[in-house]
């Protein structure tokens, strides 16, 4: 690969505020045809239900179905049937997963606010979840453990899974067995904009979900921000990316490895890297030129480098980190000699990984953190999915006799100042029990 191998190239600092303008704007305009046939769609599956969705997989999956359940014989058949191997890595994920999420259950709280007065707050599993994963080019049983594990954990009462069918009228094979190891309700075959407006609003064989969780394509992600009308979405998602920050004590064919690892996944994937210094910029740059001429999805990671790839370099890792505070990245990799002191300065990423051998792939697939992460930037107001995601809280207060005669004339004053006098005179009432 040629120096023009990467999009950017050389010192962070002389970047032009155009080119520093579009490496933090990842935001990616939503396609105006994108939305409207995804509008198209939704209305489509509203209206029609079921037909709509038999249609759709005949349409758009080349897959003619006679019903969109998956029994849960063939799920339980493809995880009898999936290689030894994948199947002992799985449920050693799931171990994982279902450990650190347990670890982040919530408990109720209460707190006497003055005497007599207690204010509660109680979390609840939500009802039932939906939790997507994506077919065809994009297949990750990984992303089903994901989003079935930690829904489990909490303790949500159905978790449903939709998946696109392929030609044999079946989601792929290790979807279907990741959903029976995780420990899901029901399967669907089901993809696209199709089945997340059958998971908001429920169809005559889908039931309506309380959340959607679960990466998928641009359809995917246009469906889940135009149901949130009616239904919890995780977060608005779009490619993969990575932020590495390197020093002198990096390997630059690790950092190399860790960039082409994100740059596989799309031709849209993002990935950067600051290092310490020019020398070790240009090693960095050259081992990814290197491994990209050999990686074996190599169409994917010439694109992504060539259109969002970037290795930059900088005089300090004090010059480092505000940048990595506008960037927020989806992964940031901290590769430096010691790691654990930068991390009280990161604030906006999806998730941290401390040292070059916290390997972007051990999350993705087996450290337990989850995977599905806030992308383009929405580090910023957005954390990772968690086992938080599948509650509700419910807020309740107690007011004893005496509490209520003292708070009687506080709240009536307040009340009469928002010339609402009916909640003064429901305050007041209580002045003298």
């Not at 709280?109 to 979840?129: A, F, K, N, Q, Y």
């Not at 449903?160 to 094979?173: F, K, N, Q, R, W």
């Not at 932020?243 to 994100?262: C, I, K, T, W, Y």
Request: aromatic letters at 4%.
């Amino acid at each position: 690969m040629s120096a023009d191998a990467l999009k950017y190239r050389g010192p962070l600092a002389a970047l032009s505020t155009e080119d520093r303008r579009r490496l933090l704007d990842r935001s990616g305009q939503s396609d105006a045809q994108v939305a409207s046939r995804t509008r198209d769609i939704i209305e489509r599956v509203r209206r029609d239900g079921d037909r709509a969705l038999l249609e759709m997989a005949r349409e758009f999956d080349r897959a003619t179905l006679t019903a969109v359940e998956v029994p849960r014989s063939r799920w339980e058949a493809a995880l009898a049937s999936l290689d030894p191997k994948v199947r002992h890595a799985l449920e050693r994920a799931a171990r994982n997963i279902s450990k650190a999420h347990a670890a982040q259950r919530p408990h109720a709280t209460e707190v006497e606010t003055e005497p007599g007065v207690v204010v509660g707050r109680r979390p609840d599993p939500l009802g039932r979840v939906g939790v997507y994963a994506p077919g065809g080019r994009a297949v990750y049983p990984s992303s089903v453990l994901m989003g079935v594990v930690p829904a489990k954990v909490a303790g949500v009462g159905e978790v449903i899974v939709c998946s696109p069918p392929g030609p044999d009228g079946l989601p792929a094979a290790g979807v279907l067995a990741a959903a029976a190891l995780a420990g899901a309700d029901r399967v669907f075959a089901l993809g696209g904009a199709g089945a997340v407006a059958a998971m908001a609003y429920g169809t005559q064989s889908v039931p309506r979900v309380d959340r959607i969780v679960g990466p998928g394509n641009a359809y995917v992600a246009a469906a889940k921000l135009q149901v949130v009308d009616a239904v919890a979405i995780d977060a608005p998602a779009g490619p993969s990316e990575i932020l590495v920050v390197a020093d002198g004590s990096a390997n630059p064919e690790a950092v190399a490895r860790e960039m082409l690892a994100q740059a596989e996944h799309d031709p849209d994937a993002c990935c950067v890297t600051l290092a310490v210094g020019s020398a070790l910029a240009e090693a960095v740059a050259s081992a990814v030129e290197r491994a990209a001429a050999r990686a074996q999805r190599r169409e994917i990671v010439a694109t992504a480098l060539r259109e969002r790839g970037a290795v930059l370099s900088v005089g300090s890792l004090d010059e480092a980190w505000p940048f990595v505070s506008d960037f927020a990245p989806e992964h940031l990799l901290i590769a430096t000699a010691a790691p654990q002191e930068h991390l009280s300065l990161v604030r906006n990423c999806g998730t941290v990984f401390l040292g070059e051998r916290a390997s972007v792939a051990f999350g993705d697939y087996m450290t337990g953190a989850n995977h599905v992460l806030p992308t383009a930037g929405l580090g910023h107001a957005y954390s990772g999915l968690s086992v938080l995601d599948f509650y509700r809280w419910t807020t309740y207060q107690r007011v004893d006799r005496d509490a209520a005669a003292r708070l009687a004339d506080d709240v009536g004053a307040l009340a009469d100042s928002e010339g609402l006098f009916a909640h003064a005179e429901a305050a007041r009432a209580w002045r003298n029990p």
